[in-house]
């Protein structure tokens, strides 16, 4: 079926650093993405969008960059902090089904 | 904002009785609504989707007489565990959407169930 993978598992950055977080995912026909941040025992946060008409999007410290050709999503993260420190996923989701399919996650370490 | 509530946020029950949780949205209202199930260190599974008024869709595998789901308002939506077993212990999460026209889901902040 289709799904949504990431590449690492765990990431570890000096804070301070650049955070880059990717995203694979197969269904071509998906036209909006999202990533969460979820912290340990509680519910996925909201941290940007983007829809498939775009290739970037920027919000405070946070770009989402798309890739359609090669079907990649990344989250980077500027001058990353301790609170940053969380399990990040992305998802995807086609117009009008509501439903989204989550990848697997990425742990963000970040070290002092 | 776009606030999202579940209650309670940790429950522990004793095999074979039902559980109830409910999901609230506290600032928007939510035609639909949506209920995950989270094992530790996995992603989110959806479960089901809630919508107001009619009965809601369930995921493949996902037992509907198992999962009882009632969406009564476009503020509440329940998802009941019946006749729990320790199999069903897990991190139930559930969402809604706010905006249609968005896509966007905002989730609350889950409930640990232990059934022992």
């Known amino acids: 079926g289709e799904s949504v993978g990431l590449h690492l598992p765990t990431l570890s950055v000096q804070e301070g650093d650049n955070s880059i977080i990717n995203c694979a995912y197969s269904?071509?026909?998906?036209?909006?993405f999202i990533w969460y941040k979820q912290e340990s025992g509680k519910g996925p946060q909201f941290i940007i969008d983007?829809?498939?008409?775009?290739d970037k999007r920027q919000g405070q410290r946070v770009t989402v960059l798309l890739n359609k050709t090669v079907k990649h999503l990344s989250l980077q993260i500027a001058a990353t902090q301790p609170g940053d420190s969380a399990v990040y996923f992305c998802?995807?989701?086609?117009?009008?089904?509501?439903?989204?399919?989550f990848g697997t996650g990425t742990r963000l370490k970040v070290l002092a | 904002g776009a606030v999202v509530s579940q209650h309670p946020s940790r429950v522990i029950c004793k095999s074979g009785t039902s559980v109830k949780i409910e999901c609230r949205s506290l600032?928007?209202?939510?035609?639909?609504m949506f209920w995950y199930r989270q094992f530790p260190k996995k992603s989110l599974m959806l479960m089901a989707t809630?919508?107001?008024?009619?009965?809601?869709?369930?995921e493949q595998g996902v037992e509907k007489d198992k999962f009882l789901i009632n969406h009564a308002s476009l503020t509440l939506s329940t998802l009941t565990v019946t006749s729990a077993h320790p199999e069903d212990s897990s991190f139930y999460i559930c969402?809604?959407?706010?905006?249609?026209?968005?896509?966007?889901?905002?989730f609350g902040p889950g409930t640990r169930l232990t059934v022992l």
């Open positions: 969402s809604a959407d706010r905006d249609s026209s968005t896509d966007t889901q905002y």
């Open positions: 269904n071509s026909a998906s036209d909006y």
């Open positions: 983007i829809r498939s008409n775009m």
């Open positions: 998802a995807e989701s086609f117009s009008g089904t509501y439903k989204y399919i």
């Open positions: 600032d928007f209202q939510a035609t639909t």
């Open positions: 809630s919508n107001e008024g009619s009965k809601a869709t369930y």
